[in-house]
Nanobody
């Protein structure tokens, strides 16, 4: 499955963005999905994950209450709604897919994901 993230851009602190991750090649409905980000000079950071049917979500503490992951399997697309953005949220955001079994084991490391999309850049100005 091929993934392509979009929706990034420049936004002022306190603003919102919705990122999309479109899948192609095969349906993403059988995969759990996740969002990561990588700021300049830093390691890639896990943000949120969602199982294949979109019922069970997991979100890291650093973005909990501000970011929401969702999916529309009919559209073969995954979303990341980002609210109350802060300058420290500036990064390149990427989506990824993994098997449900890894999701349910709580395996959210970079190496636990099988498919990755190109990232989309988000810049939050103060």
């Amino acid at each position: 499955v091929q993934l392509q993230a979009s929706g990034g851009g420049l936004v002022q602190a306190g603003g919102s963005l919705r990122l999309s991750c479109a899948a192609s090649g095969r349906t993403i409905s059988t995969y759990a999905v996740g969002w990561f980000r990588q700021a300049p000079g830093k390691e890639r950071e896990f943000l949120a994950a969602l199982n294949s049917n979109g019922v069970r979500k997991y979100c890291t503490d650093s973005v909990k209450g501000r970011f929401t992951i969702s999916r529309d399997n009919a559209e073969n697309t995954v979303y990341l709604q980002m609210n109350s953005l802060k300058p420290e949220d500036t990064a390149v955001y990427s989506c990824a897919a993994q098997t449900n079994s890894r999701y349910y084991r709580g395996n959210f490391d970079v190496n636990d994901y099988d498919y990755w999309g190109q990232g989309t850049e988000v810049t939050v100005s103060s």
